[in-house]
């Protein structure tokens, strides 16, 4: 059971990366909305969304400040 389990988030970050790299283009904004306790996944997918935005993200700008 845990490795259907697994093996559908993996399914689903695919799919939302994805999503994520048709997006930019056509969206100003994009939403992370995970299910509850399954926020993990949105901080899995938050860099990817940056890259693909072409925009650093806030870790890259706190990075720069050093």
């Known amino acids: 059971m845990a490795f ?22 056509r969206f100003k904004v994009i939403y992370l909305i995970t299910r509850f306790l399954f926020y993990h996944m949105a901080v899995q997918l938050t860099p990817f969304a940056w890259e693909k935005a072409k925009r650093p993200s806030s870790f890259d700008l706190l990075l720069s400040d050093f």
Not at 7 to 24: D, Q
């Open 4 to 25: 259907r389990m697994k093996a559908g988030r993996a399914v689903g970050a695919a799919i939302a990366k994805e999503l994520l790299e048709r997006a930019p283009p």
